[in-house]
């Protein structure tokens, strides 16, 4: 909420940055181990303007105040519990206890710790870090009402057929040969918003934004894919892009908006030749020079008309 201070309009938040914990919950029988790590950013929105213009700060819930909380609610959940709910839970307790904060902004990733398997089977208190992560934001306002976002962070998708580019504006800068045979990757960055609009809406089943946080992962990389046999063919980053938004939303009715960035990560043909040797490796779909700069930037992002659910 923007303030008009001394002719300015002045605007502030403070929070915790970066605050980690993990945490671990046992089976009854003590043997079965689940655990998370998460990364908790807490932002406050609060009535505190005294300790910007009057060196008074007896408004002011210390940031050091915030990163406790973080420990204190950790340790307070007995029961294994998504980031989303996490966050809300956090949320909720700095707008309901606080009379100065009017809305928390609470933002988490979690690392993406899996259950390890010996000799295929699942072990009990094992784990082993995969790659994408698992991010959330959500935003509460003292009168419960919520925006929630999930995400995805670092999902790196390869396909070395089925992909190509073509039509595009020719001009005297141009020098990519149009190709309807090319390798496609990128490392996809994704969010979406939750159609649940107060604390008190949101789903009770145990887990359900895990859950979804897998299905939307799901349906990203199937729609990426296409079936196992044949796969789908891209035309170009754009058009998969939209494909993935659009798969997301109308498999998803609770989710209200989605969107993605999909860098093009190039894999550039290697061609090599002299004048003494000629042709020393010609290019024939086979060998490539993966690149990581420059990239290109693609994103979008699609969202009902009626968000409402
Ligand atoms: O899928 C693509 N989209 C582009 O916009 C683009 N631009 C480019 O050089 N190669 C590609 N590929």
């Known amino acids: 909420m923007a303030k008009e ?33 998460w990364n908790v950013n807490i932002s406050l929105l609060s009535n505190c303007v005294a300790a910007y213009v009057r060196d008074d700060n007896s408004d002011i819930v210390a940031t050091d105040t915030m990163k406790n909380t973080v420990y204190v609610k950790a340790k307070e959940c007995s029961e294994q519990l998504s980031a989303e709910e996490f966050a809300i839970l956090l949320g909720k307790h700095f707008t309901s206890i606080y009379p100065q904060v009017y809305t928390a902004i609470v933002k988490i990733v979690e690392k993406p710790w899996e259950r390890i398997s010996v000799n295929g089977q699942p072990h009990e208190h094992g784990f082993k870090l995969g790659s994408e992560k698992h991010t959330t934001e959500a935003i509460i306002q003292k009168s419960g009402a919520l925006q929630l976002t999930s995400g995805i962070e670092g999902l790196s998708l390869l396909k070395t057929t089925q ?18 045979e090319r390798m496609l990757a990128t490392e996809v960055t994704s969010s979406w918003r939750y159609s649940y609009e107060s604390v008190s809406s949101i789903p009770q089943k145990p887990l359900y934004f895990n859950d979804q946080y897998l299905n939307v992962k799901n349906v990203l990389v199937d729609t990426f894919f296409g079936p196992p046999v044949g796969g789908v063919y891209s035309a170009s980053v754009q058009s998969t892009l939209l494909q993935m938004a659009k798969a997301v939303l109308s498999r998803f009715t609770d989710i209200s908006s989605v ?18 040797n000629g042709n020393i490796v010609k290019f024939n779909d086979d060998v490539y020079l993966p690149t990581d700069e420059p990239h290109g930037s693609i994103e979008a992002s699609l969202s009902r008309f009626w968000s409402k659910m």
């Open 5 to 37: 201070l001394e002719g300015f309009n002045f605007e502030q938040r403070h929070g915790k940055a970066r605050v980690r914990v993990g945490r671990v919950w046992r089976s009854n029988d003590g043997r079965r181990h689940f655990m998370v790590e």
């Open 163 to 180: 992909s190509g580019f073509e039509g595009f504006i020719r001009d005297k800068y141009t020098a990519l040969p149009e190709t309807r």
């Open 259 to 276: 969107q993605l960035k999909m860098p093009n990560i190039h894999f550039l043909p290697v061609n090599i030749s002299s004048k003494d």
